[in-house]
């Protein structure tokens, strides 16, 4: 029976540049990259070296923790860097494009006739296992746990996020096939959330074998991590697995086509994009053959992602693996003349510190600018009005920065991870980073409980 939940809590940010419901193929990219640094928990042993030449599919690197989880490349072409960091951390193992696409044969597969070990396997053996995450924290599952259920949230309510409807109207049975495969991963139910505010896709509405829930309200409403707390809240021992819907499409192309088939639709938004709109590309790809000649003069910030959740690209960087959206805003590298003391008719404000609130509806240019420095921890009940979980917020960062453990798991640490608390962070009085801190209680119980 399909479950209908409508939250009051959250925050939709009225920015410009949502992006036009119009496709656009802009060619293959001439490079693309698998970044670590996606996958939290990881700890990446190189496989491939420089000049080694690779396939679509053909394994990159593993985890020392885990050698059977592989992570392999997204198309053919040359390895023409290693990139490293502090400590020689791997940040990007980058490949130069060939000519044409070549492709590992991993043959294809009915999931309907395949047994749950032969499933794990080929996902295994393809880096197809990564494109699930499981909670508590938010990592790549363990391929000999089980979920209790796997949730598929289908609509995105971060500020001007993709149109799913839009981007997964074509794919019935590429979807049909992911959903085949996920029955085979859990004995527990498939969760399909749609938004309950808008008529149903076709894709979402014929697909068998799912419960399909109604989810309405404002932002984090789209988050997996809020839905599965209102159908089927985590704990310390019951894992729940999530995937996008979009890399569920990867894993049916795997099955039905027996290729690892990386190609996804992303949104190019933002309020510095001339022509915001939709582009047929791949995961991991160059973002420079999108925003070629696209994106106003000037001081930007280029992210994969959202505004809140997103990562800090160069403007030929590299699109992330979980990412269907590329946002383009100012830099925040200016001071405001007065600060809050002026009407601020043209700024967005969450508080009301502005009149811009009398005037409804209005789209707002927005840059990165923090507006103030850190201040001091206090408590203003605003991480409350955005976050639509039975969790106290700001009791829950206090215990992380004191790295109380008992604290941490009485007050929900298990069931958030960073994207469910960017909203408080968007709306903290005293410019608490809540999302960096998330993430390190995060490390904090794995290292504890491990």
Not at 65 to 91: C, H, M, Q, W
Not at 408 to 422: H, P, S
């Amino acid at each position: 029976m399909s479950e209908v939940i409508k939250l009051k809590k959250g925050l939709n940010i009225p920015l410009k540049g949502k992006a036009e419901k119009v496709l656009v193929n802009p060619g293959p990219p001439g490079q693309y990259a698998v970044k670590p640094v996606d996958f939290p928990g990881i700890r990446p042993k190189m496989l491939v070296r420089v000049d080694d030449q690779v396939r679509a599919g053909t394994p990159l690197f593993f985890d020392k923790y885990n050698p059977d989880l592989f992570f392999t490349a997204p198309a053919s072409g040359r390895v023409v860097a290693v990139n490293r960091g502090e400590r020689r951390k791997i940040l990007e193992v980058v490949i130069k494009a060939g000519e044409k696409i070549e492709y590992e044969d991993f043959g294809k597969a009915d999931p309907g006739k395949t047994d749950r070990e032969e499933i794990v396997r080929r996902l295994l053996k393809s880096g197809l296992w990564p494109l699930l995450r499981q909670r508590p924290y938010g990592i790549i599952p363990k391929p000999d746990s089980r979920p209790r259920s796997i949730f598929i949230s289908g609509f995105d309510t971060a500020p001007l996020a993709p149109d799913f409807d839009f981007i997964m109207q074509d794919s019935a049975s590429e979807f049909q096939a992911g959903i085949d495969v996920l029955r085979r991963l859990t004995d527990g139910k498939i969760h399909l959330n749609v938004n309950g505010d808008y008529p149903v896709v076709d894709v979402y509405k014929k697909v068998s074998g799912v419960q399909l829930n109604y989810f309405s309200g404002p932002h984090p409403a789209g988050n997996p991590g809020v839905q599965i707390h209102h159908i089927d809240p985590v704990h310390k021992n019951g894992a729940v697995w999530y995937i996008g819907p979009q890399n569920l499409l990867v894993i049916g192309r795997l099955f039905l086509d027996g290729v690892v088939d990386f190609s996804r639709i992303v949104a190019l938004t933002g309020s510095e994009v001339i022509n915001p709109r939709y582009y047929r590309t791949m995961m991991g790809a160059s973002v420079d053959n999108i925003l070629r000649d696209n994106i106003k003069e000037g001081n930007l910030r280029y992210i994969s992602g959202n505004v809140l959740t997103g990562t800090r690209i160069p403007a030929k960087g590299f699109i992330g693996f979980y990412d269907s959206q590329i946002t383009v805003i100012p830099e925040g590298d200016h001071h405001r003349f007065l600060g809050w003391a002026v009407p601020g008719l043209d700024r967005f404000s969450a508080s009301r510190a502005f009149f811009s609130w009398l005037m409804p509806g209005r789209e707002y240019v927005s840059d990165t600018n923090y507006n103030g420095g850190p201040r001091a921890f206090v408590m203003t009940g605003e991480y409350e009005k955005v976050l639509p979980m039975d969790i106290i917020p700001q009791q829950l960062v206090k215990s992380i920065i004191v790295e109380d453990i008992d604290k941490m798991e009485n007050l929900g640490i298990y069931e958030v991870v960073e994207e469910d608390l960017a909203l408080c962070e968007y709306v903290c009085t005293s410019k608490t980073e809540v999302q960096t801190i998330i993430r390190q209680g995060i490390e904090l119980m794995i290292k504890e409980t491990s």
